[in-house]
């Protein structure tokens, strides 16, 4: 694919951004700029076929699609809030080392990401206030 002006504005912005971010956002970061909706959304599908971006598939979340940057990551795992949408990344080195020694017949595997859904210490706590 061609790297435009756009695509690297796009882009810069979201290097810039730290955590999950939807296209809202993104749309919203480069409105100054002229650049469409329809060019935020079709260079976010360019981003995650060239796994730069990461599209968070959230089958609970209210909020819809969200994006994270993952350059340079290879495994990651992410904690999802499935009423809020608040991503936050963890580590567990005992379920990163169970997915890394797990074998599967005819496939090899490159990285992994695993999502844990429930739903964080705020919307909990809300509901008991």
């Given amino acids: 694919m ?3 002006p756009e695509r690297q504005l796009i882009l810069k912005h979201i290097v810039a951004h730290s955590g999950a971010f939807m296209v809202k956002d993104v749309v919203e ?3 100054k700029d002229f650049i469409s909706k329809a060019t935020v959304y079709n260079t976010l599908q360019i981003l995650e076929k060239a796994r730069i ?3 968070l598939r959230q089958q609970h979340s209210t909020r819809g699609l969200q994006y994270e940057l993952t350059l340079g990551e ?3 795992m992410q904690i999802v809030c499935t009423k ?3 991503v936050s990344k963890v580590r567990d080195h005992a379920i990163e080392t169970a997915v890394r020694m797990k ?3 005819n496939f090899i595997m490159s990285r992994f990401s695993v999502y844990v859904f429930g739903e964080c210490k705020k919307c909990k706590n809300r509901l008991t206030d």
């Fill in 74 to 76: 290879k495994d990651t």
């Fill in 29 to 31: 970061w480069v409105q």
């Fill in 2 to 4: 061609r790297n435009t």
């Fill in 103 to 105: 074998i599967y017949p």
């Fill in 53 to 55: 971006v990461h599209c």
């Fill in 84 to 86: 809020c949408g608040r």
